[in-house]
C-alpha cells in the first residue's frame, strides 16, 4: 500500500464505528466532522513528506504555531480552509476542501438530500478563494458513504450518478485565468467506514467508473503546483523540490 492510504486508514480507525441511522442528528454531525478532520489530517501529513513544509493541519510544534486549519484572506471574506500550504512569498498554493455526506435521509431513503447545499459550499469557497489567489491549486473531495452508488430506483440515478452529472461543471480548471467558481481537481469519493481495507475508492468528477489510486490524486495536484509556480518549484517523482 501507498504511504497515505496506510496513512487514510490509520486515521479513519480512530473515527470509530459510524452511528446508526438512528442516532441523534447531534452523533451524526458529529461524526461527519471527525472524518473531515481525520482525512484532513491525513493528507497534510503526506503533502509534508512530499516536500510541501508547513502544510495544515498539523499536530503542534510541527509548524512552528498551533498546526490548526488555516483561515485564509479571500475576494469575498476570510474563509476557513481543510487542508492548505501557504507561503510568505507566494500566499496560498495549494488548498482542499473536504465534503462528506454519510448519512441517507430518513424520508427519501437516499443520500441526496444535502447534495446541492454542499455543492454550494464548495464553489463558495472556490470563488472567494480563486479571487484573491487566482494561481492557487483548489481541490475538492467530496466524501460519501458507499450506499450513494446504490440507492437507485426505477425513477432516479443513484446520488453517485447524480453528483457526478451535477458537479462536472466545476473542475478542470487548467488556467489560473479560469472561471473562479472552478476547482483545479475534483473528486468524489466512495467510503465504506466499516470496511477493513479498500475503504475509500475516488472518482475524478466526470468519471464514474474508473477508480483513481489516492496516491496518484496527491501526484497529481503536487504536479500542478510546481506547474503554477516555476520559478520556486519543480516536481520530482511526485515531491515538491525547491528550485
Not at 466545476?170 to 467558481?181: I, K, Q, Y
Request: charged share 30%; glycine share 8%.
Amino acid at each position: 500500500m501507498a504511504r497515505i492510504d496506510d496513512l487514510l486508514d490509520a486515521a479513519l480507525d480512530r473515527v470509530g464505528a459510524k452511528p446508526p441511522d438512528t442516532a441523534s442528528q447531534s452523533q451524526k454531525k458529529a461524526f461527519s466532522e471527525r472524518i473531515s478532520q481525520a482525512v484532513a489530517e491525513a493528507i497534510a501529513d503526506e503533502l509534508r513528506h512530499r516536500g510541501l513544509d508547513g502544510a495544515r493541519p498539523a499536530p503542534p510544534g510541527i509548524t512552528g504555531d498551533t498546526g490548526a486549519e488555516r483561515r485564509m484572506a479571500g475576494g469575498i471574506g476570510a474563509k476557513k480552509v481543510d487542508v492548505t500550504w501557504a507561503t510568505e512569498e507566494s500566499g496560498l498554493l495549494l488548498g482542499i476542501s473536504i465534503k462528506t455526506i454519510n448519512y441517507r435521509d430518513a424520508r427519501s431513503g437516499n443520500f441526496q438530500k444535502n447534495l446541492t447545499n454542499r455543492r454550494g459550499d464548495m464553489l463558495i469557497e472556490a470563488v472567494t478563494l480563486h479571487r484573491r489567489f487566482p494561481y492557487a491549486v483548489l481541490a475538492a473531495l467530496f466524501f460519501l458513504d458507499e450506499g450513494a452508488a446504490r440507492d437507485n430506483t426505477g425513477q432516479r440515478k443513484s446520488t453517485f450518478e447524480n453528483a457526478h452529472r451535477r458537479l462536472a461543471l466545476f473542475t478542470g480548471r487548467d488556467d489560473p485565468a479560469g472561471r473562479d467558481e472552478q476547482f483545479e481537481e475534483f473528486y468524489l469519493i466512495l467510503l465504506d467506514i466499516a470496511a477493513k481495507t479498500n475503504r475509500i475508492r475516488a472518482f475524478a468528477v466526470g468519471d464514474l467508473h474508473t477508480s483513481v489510486p489516492m496516491e496518484e490524486v496527491l501526484d497529481r495536484l503536487v504536479e500542478l503546483v510546481a506547474v503554477r509556480n516555476p520559478d520556486f518549484y519543480e516536481c520530482v517523482n511526485g515531491r515538491v523540490v525547491r528550485l
